[in-house]
């Protein structure tokens, strides 16, 4: 049983790709909650409440979460969504700042939302989902930067569900393989016109190296933190779960 109706939610990078669908998906079980991001450029759910929160500022993180508990009081349910995905490149070409930008948001970031949501998760506990990668437990070429970032959140994963169990609050995370999103589409679509191979040979390899032979869903992934957010999964910490349909290789 689900049971999530009036749970109060929040969704990091809830304006566009999966952060929206994870955050439409609990509104539509009777969630109520609040979206974070730089934009709110599609976040359009009813009764729920939107904050433009830059997740790497901690004043702006206090910020949000001080809105939050003015409007919702406390929270059961977190979804650390919000990342960036930096350019494919080899690691001898990746320069500091890009490893200090894409760490801030992607690692420091997380930690940050984890940590100011404690205070209004503790009381009567709830579920913190951060959103990983299959990249957190493999490697890939020219990933090196996002593959770092996304290692580091399951080892974040793996303390901070130790640290916060007396509490009651569980902290597990997704691993999507790729995902069918219209950003996955258009960095195929860029590449595609500067040579590579075609759009849907591409989409075709993808699926072709998973086991069910399609590509995972963003409904794929809402369904799944849907389940780490329900009672479903209340014997669930410090793990991650792969979304993949049966991922046989990265390519």
């Avoid at 969704?11 to 952060?19: E, K, M, P, R, Y």
Wanted: glycine content about 10%; charged content about 25%.
């Amino acid at each position: 049983m689900l049971d999530l109706k009036n749970k109060k939610v929040l969704v990091t990078g809830a304006s566009n790709g999966l952060g929206l669908k994870i955050a439409k998906k609990f509104s539509d079980a009777g969630s109520v909650g609040f979206g974070f991001d730089l934009k709110k450029n599609n976040f359009d759910i009813k009764e729920w409440n939107f904050s433009n929160v830059d997740i790497s500022n901690e004043k702006e993180v206090l910020r949000g979460f001080k809105e939050i508990k003015n409007v919702l009081g406390s929270l059961d349910i977190v979804v650390a969504n919000a990342g960036l995905v930096p350019k494919w490149r080899s690691i001898d070409s990746i320069e500091n700042d890009e490893w200090e930008k894409v760490f801030n948001v992607n690692v420091k970031g997380v930690a940050l939302t984890i940590k100011h949501a404690v205070d209004l998760m503790k009381a009567s506990g709830g579920s913190i989902i951060i959103m990983g990668s299959i990249n957190s437990l493999f490697g890939h070429s020219g990933q090196s930067l996002y593959t770092a970032t996304k290692h580091a959140l399951l080892g974040i994963v793996k303390c901070a569900s130790v640290d916060l169990g007396n509490n009651n609050i569980r902290v597990n995370a997704i691993g999507p393989g790729p995902v069918a999103t219209n950003a996955l589409i258009e960095r195929v679509k860029t590449r595609e016109k500067k040579g590579g191979e075609s759009y849907e040979k591409a989409l075709k390899k993808f699926a072709n190296n998973t086991a069910l032979g399609k590509m995972v869903t963003e409904e794929d992934v809402a369904n799944t933190a849907i389940y780490l957010g329900s009672k479903l999964s209340e014997s669930i910490t410090g793990h991650l779960i792969p979304v993949t349909n049966g991922l046989i290789r990265l390519e």
